[in-house]
Each structure stands twice: as C-alpha cells, then as structure tokens.
C-alpha cells in the first residue's frame, strides 16, 4: 500500500526563478551543422554505424552497441556526414561524433512506422529502439529501467517536480500537451501491468496540477499529487520517499521497493514513439540567465551547438561569464560554445555577473548545516576532507556513493565550500581504487 508523505529529509528552500514559465515553446530553427556524440547515456558508448559522406535521414540510426547497458543515437537532421571524430563532451565524457551538413529538408527515413507493442516484450523492445534515455537529466536507458523482470511494481511515480530554479521545459510540456502525458502513462500502466500511477508535482504549479487533475478525473489508477515545494525533491531517491515513505536500498534500485520512477518528459516522449515509430531526436529545453535576450523554451534537435542556440535567442559575448548545462544546483558547466546539445540537455544557463556568486571559499568552521540539510543523511563535511585528502577507504566508509551530487549541502554552507566537486572527484577516486583492487 503506498502512503504518501509530504516532506523529504533535509534539503532547502530555494528561489523559484521560474521566469519562462509562461512563455510558449518555441520550435528551435534546424541549424546549419550538428554533431552528434556516441555518449548520450549512463553506460557503454555506442559504435558508429554510418561514414564520412554518407546521406543520412531523420530517425536513421547514427550508432549502437551490442552491450546491455546503452541506447542507439539517431540522426536528428537529414544531411551529409561531413567528420567523424573524437569528443570531449560538457561533463567531461570522452566519446565519438558525427558532424552532419544538414540540408533543410529534414527528409525522415523512409519506412518508418508506429512500433508493434503488443506484448510486453515487443513493448520493451519498442523502448529500445526508440533511443530513449532519461530526459530528466540522469540519461539512464529507459527500456532497462521498464524491464521489471518477473517483478510487477506496486505502481509508477511520473516526476513533474523540476524542482530546481529557471528549468520550466516539463512545466511547459505539462501545459501544452498534457492530454499525451497522461495517454503515455496510460500506456505503461497497461504494457507493464501496474496498477497505480502518481504524477508529482510541486505546489508552485498550480495550473498544471489543475490541468492533469482534470485529465485523469476518469480513471482512478492515475493520481496527481501535489508536494510542497523544497528542493531536492525531483531527485528519484526523494521523490520515492516523499510519495511513499520508503527508502531505496544502498545500491538498490526503485523496483526492489515496488516502483517505477520516470520523468514526465520521458513518459510523452515514450507515446509519441509508440504513435508515430519517430525515434528521439529532438526535445524542449530551457535558454534562461541574464546572458541572453531571448528567454524562454525551445524544441530543439540533439546535436545543435550552444553556440548556435546562445546567438538566436541574442547572447553576449561579453557579459556571459559562465554558460551551466542544467540548472545552477546540479548542473555542469560547459567548457566550450562549440559543444553540441545532447538528450541530458533540459537547460542552458547563459550567467553573467549578476547570476552569481563568487565569494571565496575558506576554513570550515563544523557549523554542521550541510549535515542538517543532506537529504540523504550523509557527512558532507567529513566526506570533504577525505575526498580532498584522496582516503578512498574512509570515503566508502563514510558512504560516498549515496551522494546524489543535489548541492544543498554547498548551498548552505557559511564558508563556500565546493563539497560537490569534491565529493565527484571523491567518486571518481574510490571507483579507481576498486577497479585496481579488483
């Protein structure tokens, strides 16, 4: 039975910044060029299947691997491949692109067709081949996470919190095609035998929240819950907690507790594929911060460079100091204008001067508030200091990888402490440690 809570463990209050909320998206013009990484998902980077100077369609499968965790990368344009190359992507990936002269045309791959999803297989099946990977910002394949096995979940979690500041691409999508949204969720509902399904969302959106109320007043496995807003809600692990009262197992996953958690995004992503057999290759993402005229929501294809999104919606150069992939919390920022949009992309953050805060970081001074507002019960502060200090063994001891990277903790922080960037370096120090070990 689930119970639904109202409040998560720790976190903090933020500033909404919701200022694009009520702009209309706005379909992204086809650029002249896109590259297109192999590496757009958590797992194995996939192989390029086309070569220099092929033509290739929109929905044509640009890569793929064999290995089980991963998705196909498809052409977002028609055109010509013009480079095949190696990458270095925003978050610091090493992968392999695909350059595409595009020609306008946007011609789609001749024979494409709505999927068979009669059965839960072909459905999964289906998923796969869709390219769908968590639109949420995780990346993590979507036909992985649906595949329950033997297991039936006790019902399906669809995230509409977007709890963090600026980011409004799901809250547009909710408003402007809501009716899909819920038509997706009734679809896996009935493909995956799941009995239930909660939609969250946080109570600053109200006029989505009455949106759906009304979408799904006709079928009672579909509930629409309203949270109070607090960040980091929107991250699974909290979301699940917040809904249900349970808590995901250390290195557990949300079906070992009886459900499924997707992004709202996904879920119309999802429909669409089964109605129309087009694969993912484009989505809405947010263009806000003081950096730009033009804010607002976009559909844009993956592929598409910062640079050529930064000057339609009328950057400067000059003022923009740092441009964030994501929002201000959790997201990453992009060391270069000429990297390309990938299906993680929900945001980009165009930060001037008075976006930000570049206080110095200094001494801790054991005030515990990053203790008190770590929604998963960890000890930023001492995790900090043997990450720095490289102490691999102590970091696992101290639980590390529970870290879910939300930033409340630096957010908090009287000192400015870079706790997150620590705790990734602490990350990616233990797992080294473990690969060498055996």
Same mark, same amino acid.
């Given at each position: 039975?689930?119970?639904?809570?109202?409040?998560?463990?720790?976190?903090?209050?933020?500033?909404?910044?919701?200022?694009?909320?009520?702009?209309?998206?706005?379909?992204?013009?086809?650029?002249?060029? =896109?590259?297109?990484?192999?590496?757009?998902?958590?797992?194995?980077?996939?192989? @390029?299947?086309?070569?220099?100077?092929?033509?290739?369609?929109?929905?044509?499968?640009?890569?793929?691997?064999?290995?089980?965790?991963?998705?196909?990368?498809?052409?977002?344009?028609?055109?010509?491949?013009?480079?095949?190359?190696?990458? /270095?992507?925003?978050?610091?990936?090493?992968?392999?692109?695909?350059?595409?002269?595009?020609?306008?045309?946007?011609?789609?791959?001749?024979?494409?067709?709505?999927?068979?999803?009669? /059965?839960?297989?072909?459905?999964?099946?289906?998923?796969?081949?869709?390219?769908?990977?968590?639109?949420?910002?995780?990346?993590?394949?979507?036909?992985?996470?649906?595949?329950?096995?033997?297991?039936?979940?006790?019902?399906?979690?669809?995230?509409?919190?977007?709890?963090?500041?600026?980011?409004?691409?799901?809250?547009?999508?909710?408003?402007?095609?809501?009716?899909?949204?819920?038509?997706?969720?009734?679809?896996?509902?009935?493909?995956?035998?799941?009995?239930?399904?909660?939609?969250?969302?946080?109570?600053?959106?109200?006029?989505?929240?009455?949106?759906?109320?009304?979408?799904?007043?006709?079928?009672?496995?579909?509930?629409?819950?309203?949270?109070? /807003?607090?960040?980091?809600?929107?991250?699974?692990?909290?979301?699940?907690?917040?809904? /249900?009262?349970?808590?995901?197992?250390?290195?557990?996953?949300?079906?070992?507790?009886?459900? =499924? @958690?997707?992004?709202?995004?996904?879920?119309?992503?999802?429909?669409?594929?089964?109605?129309?057999?087009?694969?993912?290759?484009?989505?809405?993402?947010?263009?806000?911060?003081?950096?730009?005229?033009?804010?607002?929501?976009?559909? @844009?294809?993956?592929?598409?460079?910062?640079?050529?999104?930064?000057?339609?919606?009328?950057?400067?150069?000059?003022?923009?100091?740092?441009?964030?992939?994501?929002?201000?919390?959790?997201?990453?920022?992009?060391?270069?204008?000429?990297?390309?949009?990938?299906?993680?992309?929900?945001?980009?953050?165009?930060?001037?001067?008075?976006?930000?805060?570049?206080?110095?970081?200094?001494?801790?001074?054991?005030?515990?508030?990053?203790?008190?507002?770590?929604?998963?019960?960890?000890?930023?502060?001492?995790?900090?200091?043997?990450?720095?200090?490289?102490?691999?063994?102590?970091?696992?001891?101290?639980?590390?990888?529970?870290?879910?990277?939300?930033?409340?903790?630096?957010?908090?922080?009287?000192?400015?402490?870079?706790?997150?960037?620590?705790?990734?370096?602490?990350?990616?120090?233990?797992?080294?440690?473990? =690969?060498?070990?055996?």
């Amino acid at each position: 039975m689930i119970k639904k809570f109202k409040n998560i463990k720790g976190g903090v209050t933020l500033p909404h910044k919701k200022g694009t909320s009520e702009i209309p998206t706005e379909k992204f013009p086809i650029p002249k060029l =896109v590259e297109i990484p192999m590496q757009q998902h958590i797992g194995a980077c996939c192989e @390029v299947l086309v070569n220099k100077g092929d033509y290739v369609y929109v929905g044509q499968v640009l890569g793929d691997t064999e290995k089980f965790v991963s998705a196909p990368i498809h052409s977002s344009v028609s055109g010509k491949v013009t480079q095949i190359k190696d990458i /270095t992507l925003y978050n610091g990936a090493k992968s392999v692109s695909i350059v595409i002269e595009t020609d306008g045309n946007q011609n789609l791959l001749p024979g494409i067709s709505k999927p068979d999803i009669a /059965t839960k297989e072909k459905f999964l099946k289906a998923v796969r081949s869709s390219g769908l990977t968590g639109l949420g910002g995780a990346g993590f394949p979507a036909h992985i996470k649906l595949d329950t096995k033997e297991k039936i979940p006790e019902a399906l979690i669809v995230n509409a919190v977007e709890c963090e500041p600026y980011i409004t691409c799901d809250y547009r999508a909710i408003i402007e095609e809501g009716n899909e949204i819920v038509k997706g969720v009734k679809l896996i509902l009935e493909k995956l035998s799941i009995p239930k399904a909660y939609i969250a969302l946080e109570d600053n959106k109200p006029e989505a929240f009455n949106l759906l109320k009304e979408l799904v007043k006709q079928d009672a496995r579909i509930e629409v819950v309203m949270l109070a /807003t607090k960040y980091p809600q929107g991250a699974e692990k909290m979301l699940i907690y917040a809904l /249900t009262g349970r808590e995901v197992p250390m290195n557990g996953l949300p079906i070992d507790i009886g459900v =499924v @958690v997707m992004n709202v995004t996904s879920v119309l992503a999802l429909f669409k594929y089964c109605e129309t057999g087009i694969p993912l290759v484009s989505r809405r993402l947010t263009v806000d911060g003081s950096g730009v005229m033009e804010k607002g929501n976009y559909h @844009v294809v993956f592929g598409t460079y910062i640079k050529d999104i930064f000057e339609y919606c009328q950057g400067d150069y000059q003022k923009t100091l740092k441009v964030l992939c994501g929002g201000p919390m959790m997201g990453i920022t992009a060391e270069s204008y000429e990297s390309p949009m990938i299906k993680q992309n929900n945001a980009f953050l165009f930060m001037t001067q008075e976006d930000l805060d570049f206080i110095e970081e200094t001494a801790c001074i054991r005030c515990g508030r990053c203790i008190d507002a770590c929604p998963m019960g960890l000890m930023p502060l001492t995790l900090n200091k043997y990450a720095l200090a490289k102490m691999t063994e102590e970091l696992q001891k101290y639980n590390i990888m529970n870290c879910i990277e939300c930033g409340s903790c630096s957010y908090v922080c009287p000192a400015k402490r870079h706790l997150v960037q620590s705790f990734r370096l602490g990350k990616e120090l233990l797992k080294k440690a473990k =690969v060498k070990n055996g």
